[in-house]
């Protein structure tokens, strides 16, 4: 069946600004793929370009629309892990397949690709990077949601860490580095982390420098989030890092997600669930994963001054699965 592929550039204002060690923005740029049928049935997939891995909205779409011929001619999500490269552009590609199989066939995403049905979870609530003092007060603001997620940002964290503990003494805490560590402040930095009560600690050290994390005691466990795009990259984190965190945009789609997953469990990885900045669509396919993960960070639209609608339901940090209007 002849499909009809498109690909548009979307804008999100976000409510304030998203602060992290690479920078902060002030809205949610992202790029959806659409692929039509001769019914009229519709299939759309969202992602969120990312500069840190050389991703552009205009090179994702170029590489979106450069596979108009193979979807034409009945390429399937299997066929786009040969295709296309892992990343950004092939997880929109591949989520909207997703979305229009589920509507051609009546079965929902989760049964299509051999998962349990996805359960309402709690998410992790981002708490953008800044001085001690604004991020206290953030946290405070925050103290009632379950499980906060602290970006950090390198000089001057052990500060953050106690000052996020004060602002919300109660809350579960799990800390994002974005690489910002050095092997130098490494040590202080795990300790501040310790005496927070801090769960997890995500990317302290950049990808490719990481190394040291095998030659350390971890009072907390690692998660791998840039050291990580694939099944691909599961053999360079032995004995270096305890969880993983798949985001669609990295691994390249829910395809390889699930297979992902599925393989990282199977060598002992705990798993985390995280997302960029983007709307309901883009968090909807990654929930089909959601009820196995020990942490789910899918919180991108809670960021957002305006989501899609429709989009996720969120009462609180409690997010609950998608319906059929939004994703699969």
Not at 47 to 66: F, K, N
Not at 103 to 110: E, H, L, Y
Not at 120 to 142: F, I
Not at 209 to 238: F, T, V, Y
């Amino acid at each position: 069946m002849s499909l009809i592929l498109e690909a548009a550039i979307e804008r999100f204002p976000i409510a304030g600004a998203f602060t992290i060690a690479r920078g902060s923005r002030t809205e949610a740029v992202v790029v959806v793929a659409t692929v039509r049928d001769a019914q009229g049935r519709v299939g759309r997939g969202e992602c969120v370009p990312y500069a840190r891995y050389g991703e552009t909205v205009e090179s994702v779409c170029e590489l979106i629309l450069g596979q108009g011929d193979a979807v034409a001619d009945g390429a399937t999500r299997t066929d786009l892990l040969t295709l296309m490269p892992a990343g950004a552009a092939r997880n929109a590609l591949d989520c909207a397949l997703f979305d229009l199989e589920a509507k051609q066939t009546g079965r929902p995403a989760w049964e299509i690709v051999g998962l349990d049905a996805p359960q309402a979870a709690v998410t992790a609530y981002t708490l953008s990077l800044g001085d001690p003092a604004s991020m206290e007060a953030a946290a405070r603001a925050a103290a009632a949601r379950p499980l906060l997620k602290v970006k950090l940002g390198g000089e001057g964290d052990p500060e953050r860490i106690a000052a996020v503990r004060r602002g919300a003494p109660e809350a579960r805490l799990i800390v994002d580095a974005n690489e910002a560590w050095r092997a130098e402040t490494l040590e202080a930095n795990l300790a501040a982390c310790v005496a927070a009560r801090v769960e997890l600690i995500e990317q302290p050290l950049p990808a490719g420098e990481d190394s040291l994390l095998a030659r350390i005691a971890r009072p907390i466990p690692i998660c791998a989030d840039e050291s990580l795009h694939d099944r691909s990259g599961l053999d360079a984190l032995a004995a270096r890092y305890d969880a993983i965190n798949i985001k669609l945009d990295k691994a390249g789609g829910l395809t390889e997600a699930v297979m992902l997953a599925r393989e990282a469990r199977a060598r002992g990885f705990s798993l985390m669930i995280g997302c960029m900045v983007g709307t309901s669509l883009a968090m909807a396919p990654a929930m089909l994963l959601a009820r196995d993960a020990e942490y789910v960070d899918l919180d991108g639209p809670l960021l957002l001054a305006r989501d899609r609608d429709p989009g996720l339901v969120f009462e609180g940090s409690t997010v609950h699965p998608p319906l059929p209007a939004l994703w699969g």
